[in-house]
């Protein structure tokens, strides 16, 4: 599989402070984008081209502070402290509007400070370090108040990483000396001791990174230097460097999962946007600037997956709001395995060559197929290997993969004649059906999957009539099916996608064996390439 880097682009000409936070939600096949501009305003855009940044008004924050934000069916809620850091939340949606910002029950922390929010049952569970640090949580509905996580302190204002584990909630943060803790529990029903995990240090109220994973967590720091470090928090493991990577004390580190790793986004001492991916057990592969983005040094980089990739979203240097992306681009081969055969067309043999054709097609109709051919030589009665393959065919999203394989029975010319032929029948045959679940061509309709021998019997022997002009001669069998990027990637989900189709044959001459029988086995494999990024350190 391939990795592209989209330049980065500027998200509506919006603007925060330099470096400033932005919280980025999914919403349909985009992304809901809400930031605190330069003077503390919230607003919120759809991130598509045609939307504009929109006030979310009645209250306002500090700038380019941190707005958490949940989806909830079809709207969001948001929650923030304000200028003077009293804890306020309100729902709604872009452009249609938005409900009076309210007071968490008078919550408070400092201005700007960043509120954890975890969904819990029809409500949330907030966490907040006040202004004197102490760590607090609350259900937000009407009627319960804030509760002390007691046991230790952090820094006014601190960031609280929360995570729920089943009906608990699992805490991280840095305290005053810049240690790293955690505990769990319920609030209302009581916590657990604060317990240091394993010694990690970063700044005091610093944010720490957690993932699920498995059972545990993945958690990622920036160390007092810099370093960036990652454990898997159980019993035995401890701090790794990712792969030397460094960024400023204390900096914030995004990580999304990936497959059974997790990718890695920072901001380096310089301001530079770099990725890494890997796992604290398996370690990380290299650093890597992210199509040279810019922000400013240790600065947040929001990363959300965006179809099989990320979405990355940060304010530059100057404030402005900023997008890139990478896709993963799969890659599959398409095998015409072999064919099983019942009853031969001709009495005793036949003299059967194979053909197999695969055509990309974008939206723009742009596209040119390639076949391949081979010749099987006197085949009777039983199962025989092809083995013809197209491999390592990358597929974009935009992308339809029109495949069609071809079997004929032709004695009487040679291999050479017998290839151009097929290859233009192969041809021909892909380029006009491309629609999925049933093309018209001339009379006859292809359908989404199955042989198409019967229908195209005159079609096909027009075609190829100059290899099938002896007595028993004719095509034993043809396929064509159309796929979308969806449908491959449902298709190998769970592994190659294989597919035996059988093929009753057509009336052949007086003389000749009775109906053919075959069976044709065929197969589409994800391929499971590694990804190469080009290796720069931050």
Same mark, same amino acid.
């Given at each position: 599989?391939?990795?592209?880097?989209?330049?980065?682009?500027? !998200?509506?000409?919006?603007? #925060? %402070?330099?470096?400033? =936070?932005? #919280?980025? !939600?999914?919403?349909?096949?985009?992304?809901?984008?809400?930031?605190a501009d330069p003077g503390g305003g919230i607003y919120g855009i759809k991130a598509e081209p045609g939307f504009g940044w929109e006030s979310v008004p009645g209250n306002s924050t500090t700038p380019g502070a941190h707005v958490t934000v949940i989806a909830s069916g079809d709207r969001f809620t948001l929650f923030m402290a304000d200028v003077n850091g009293g804890v306020f939340k309100t729902s709604g949606t872009p452009y249609q509007g938005w409900q009076p910002w309210t007071s968490v029950s008078e919550g408070s922390t400092t201005p700007g400070a960043p509120i954890a929010a975890v969904p819990w049952g029809d409500s949330f569970a907030l966490f907040i370090a006040d202004p004197g640090g102490g760590i607090y949580a609350i259900k937000a509905e009407p009627g319960f108040g804030w509760e002390l996580v007691p046991g230790r302190n952090s820094t006014p204002g601190a960031h609280v990483t929360a995570v729920a584990s089943g009906d608990r909630f699992t805490l991280f943060m840095a305290d005053v000396n810049g240690?790293?803790? $955690?505990?769990?529990? $319920?609030?209302?029903?009581?916590?657990?001791?604060?317990? *240091?995990?394993s010694e990690g240090s970063t700044t005091p109220g610093a944010p720490v990174t957690a993932v699920p994973w498995g059972d545990s967590f993945a958690l990622f720091i920036a160390d007092p230097n810099g370093g960036i470090y990652a454990i898997k928090t159980e019993p035995g493991f401890g701090w790794v460097s990712v792969s030397e990577g460094s960024s400023t004390p204390g900096a914030s580190v995004a990580a999304v999962p990936w497959g059974d790793k997790f990718a890695l986004f920072v901001a380096d001492s310089s301001g530079g946007v770099y990725a890494a991916e890997g796992d604290p057990l398996a370690g990380f592969g290299p650093w890597s600037s992210v199509a040279g983005g810019r922000t400013t040094p240790g600065a947040p980089v929001t990363g959300v997956p965006w179809e099989l990739g990320f979405a990355l979203f940060a304010a530059d240097p100057s404030g402005g709001i900023n997008s890139s992306s990478w896709i993963e681009v799969p890659t599959f081969t398409?095998?015409?395995?072999?064919?099983?055969?019942?009853?031969?067309?001709? @009495? =005793?043999?036949?003299?059967? /060559? !194979? *053909?197999?054709?695969? &055509?990309? %097609? *974008?939206? #723009?109709?742009?596209?040119?197929?390639?076949?391949? $051919?081979?010749?099987?030589?006197?085949?009777?009665?039983?199962?025989? %290997? !092809?083995? &013809?393959?197209?491999?390592?065919v990358s597929v974009k999203s935009s992308q339809t993969a029109v495949f069609n394989y071809l079997i004929v029975n032709s004695g009487h010319k040679n291999e050479g004649e017998i290839s151009k032929a097929l290859e233009y029948v192969g041809d021909t045959l892909a380029e006009k059906g491309l629609v999925a679940g049933g093309t018209l061509l001339g009379n006859a309709i292809l359908p989404g999957l199955g042989s198409i021998l019967g229908p195209f019997e005159k079609w096909l022997a027009g075609e190829i009539e100059a290899i099938i002009n002896a007595d028993c001669d004719g095509t034993v069998a043809v396929e064509q099916v159309t796929l979308t990027y969806n449908d491959l990637l449902? %298709?190998?989900?769970?592994?190659?996608?294989? =597919?035996?189709?059988?093929h009753p044959g057509t009336d052949s001459d007086r003389g000749c064996g009775g109906? /053919?029988?075959?069976?044709?086995?065929? @197969?589409?494999? @994800?391929?499971?390439?590694?990804?190469?990024?080009?290796?720069?350190?931050?």
């Amino acid at each position: 599989m391939s990795w592209n880097w989209s330049p980065w682009s500027g !998200v509506s000409e919006g603007v #925060t %402070k330099p470096g400033g =936070h932005v #919280t980025a !939600v999914p919403w349909g096949d985009s992304f809901a984008l809400f930031i605190a501009d330069p003077g503390g305003g919230i607003y919120g855009i759809k991130a598509e081209p045609g939307f504009g940044w929109e006030s979310v008004p009645g209250n306002s924050t500090t700038p380019g502070a941190h707005v958490t934000v949940i989806a909830s069916g079809d709207r969001f809620t948001l929650f923030m402290a304000d200028v003077n850091g009293g804890v306020f939340k309100t729902s709604g949606t872009p452009y249609q509007g938005w409900q009076p910002w309210t007071s968490v029950s008078e919550g408070s922390t400092t201005p700007g400070a960043p509120i954890a929010a975890v969904p819990w049952g029809d409500s949330f569970a907030l966490f907040i370090a006040d202004p004197g640090g102490g760590i607090y949580a609350i259900k937000a509905e009407p009627g319960f108040g804030w509760e002390l996580v007691p046991g230790r302190n952090s820094t006014p204002g601190a960031h609280v990483t929360a995570v729920a584990s089943g009906d608990r909630f699992t805490l991280f943060m840095a305290d005053v000396n810049g240690e790293v803790f $955690t505990t769990s529990g $319920t609030p209302y029903q009581g916590w657990q001791p604060w317990t *240091s995990v394993s010694e990690g240090s970063t700044t005091p109220g610093a944010p720490v990174t957690a993932v699920p994973w498995g059972d545990s967590f993945a958690l990622f720091i920036a160390d007092p230097n810099g370093g960036i470090y990652a454990i898997k928090t159980e019993p035995g493991f401890g701090w790794v460097s990712v792969s030397e990577g460094s960024s400023t004390p204390g900096a914030s580190v995004a990580a999304v999962p990936w497959g059974d790793k997790f990718a890695l986004f920072v901001a380096d001492s310089s301001g530079g946007v770099y990725a890494a991916e890997g796992d604290p057990l398996a370690g990380f592969g290299p650093w890597s600037s992210v199509a040279g983005g810019r922000t400013t040094p240790g600065a947040p980089v929001t990363g959300v997956p965006w179809e099989l990739g990320f979405a990355l979203f940060a304010a530059d240097p100057s404030g402005g709001i900023n997008s890139s992306s990478w896709i993963e681009v799969p890659t599959f081969t398409f095998t015409l395995d072999s064919f099983r055969i019942t009853d031969t067309r001709s @009495r =005793h043999e036949d003299t059967d /060559s !194979v *053909s197999v054709t695969l &055509l990309l %097609k *974008s939206n #723009t109709g742009d596209g040119t197929p390639q076949t391949l $051919t081979k010749s099987m030589g006197n085949v009777n009665n039983g199962t025989f %290997k !092809v083995g &013809l393959s197209i491999p390592n065919v990358s597929v974009k999203s935009s992308q339809t993969a029109v495949f069609n394989y071809l079997i004929v029975n032709s004695g009487h010319k040679n291999e050479g004649e017998i290839s151009k032929a097929l290859e233009y029948v192969g041809d021909t045959l892909a380029e006009k059906g491309l629609v999925a679940g049933g093309t018209l061509l001339g009379n006859a309709i292809l359908p989404g999957l199955g042989s198409i021998l019967g229908p195209f019997e005159k079609w096909l022997a027009g075609e190829i009539e100059a290899i099938i002009n002896a007595d028993c001669d004719g095509t034993v069998a043809v396929e064509q099916v159309t796929l979308t990027y969806n449908d491959l990637l449902v %298709k190998t989900s769970n592994g190659p996608y294989e =597919h035996e189709t059988q093929h009753p044959g057509t009336d052949s001459d007086r003389g000749c064996g009775g109906n /053919s029988m075959y069976y044709a086995t065929w @197969r589409i494999t @994800r391929d499971a390439n590694e990804t190469v990024m080009p290796a720069a350190q931050p």
